[in-house]
T-cell receptor, first 115, second 112 residues
Framework: KAGVTQTPRYLIKTRGQQVTLSCSPI?????VSWYQQTPGQGLQFLFE???????NKGNFPGRFSGRQFSNSRSEMNVSTLELGDSALYLC??????????????FGPGTRLTVL | KNQVEQSPQSLIILEGKNCTLQ??????????LRWYKQDTGRGPVSLTI?????NTKSNGRYTATLDADTKQSSLHITASQLSDSASYIC???????????FGKGTKLSVIP
């Protein structure tokens, strides 16, 4: 079974631009979560989607948004990029939504660099 | 605010030696705690998950312990291998909450 895939793997943008990241979950998984990872802050929860609906959201500004499609694939968008948005963006999928024991499977991440 | 403190921040050990990583958390009420291993440039991979009623859980050479009363967990690695070089992240989860609080991790380097 193929794992979680994320595209692109690397991205370089300049301040003020916008970016869209893509995540394809494991087949059959309906929950997709997004995380930002930086050396100083570690992993921080962005949002979670289930059945095309955002179910949970972390403490990030409105510049960060996302959506999920009917095939469970998800995209994350960051508008008006700032230098501080440089990070590894990780996507994780799980079988169901909000089930404590469900394992989240992470993708390899998209490394975003903002210049 | 839920917090997770992991120690040490980084650790270097010789191949074949054992080591123990610590995690203190404030999440309450508590549901479960996971340990993840994250290789450089890769996404985290779940090693173990323990609920509040479990004291210990093993996965090969990895053994996690949990004391829900003192809100402490540890990850013990036995007979370390070069491939154990990675960051190990502690993630407690609150009961009734989806929000996960990630520790900043312990960076382990195993040297020959």
């Amino acid at each position: 079974k193929a794992g979680v895939t994320q595209t692109p793997r690397y991205l370089i943008k300049t301040r003020g631009q916008q970016v869209t990241l893509s995540c394809s979950p494991i087949s059959g998984h309906r929950s997709v979560s997004w995380y930002q990872q930086t050396p100083g802050q570690g992993l921080q929860f962005l949002f979670e989607y289930f059945s095309e609906t955002q179910r949970n959201k972390g403490n990030f500004p409105g510049r960060f948004s996302g959506r999920q499609f009917s095939n469970s694939r998800s995209e994350m968008n960051v508008s008006t990029l700032e230098l501080g948005d440089s990070a590894l963006y990780l996507c994780a999928s799980s079988l169901r939504q909000d089930r404590a024991a469900d394992t989240q499977y992470f993708g390899p991440g998209t490394r975003l660099t903002v210049l | 605010k839920n917090q997770v403190e992991q120690s040490p921040q980084s650790l270097i050990i010789l191949e074949g030696k054992n080591c123990t990583l610590q995690c203190n958390y404030t999440v309450s009420p508590f549901s479960n705690l996971r340990w993840y291993k994250q290789d450089t440039g890769r996404g985290p991979v779940s090693l173990t998950i323990m609920t509040f009623s479990e004291n210990t859980k093993s996965n090969g050479r990895y053994t996690a312990t949990l004391d829900a009363d003192t809100k402490q967990s540890s990850l013990h690695i036995t007979a370390s291998q070069l491939s154990d070089s990675a960051s190990y992240i502690c993630v407690p989860r609150g009961a009734g909450s989806y929000q996960l609080t990630f520790g900043k991790g312990t960076k382990l380097s195993v040297i020959p």
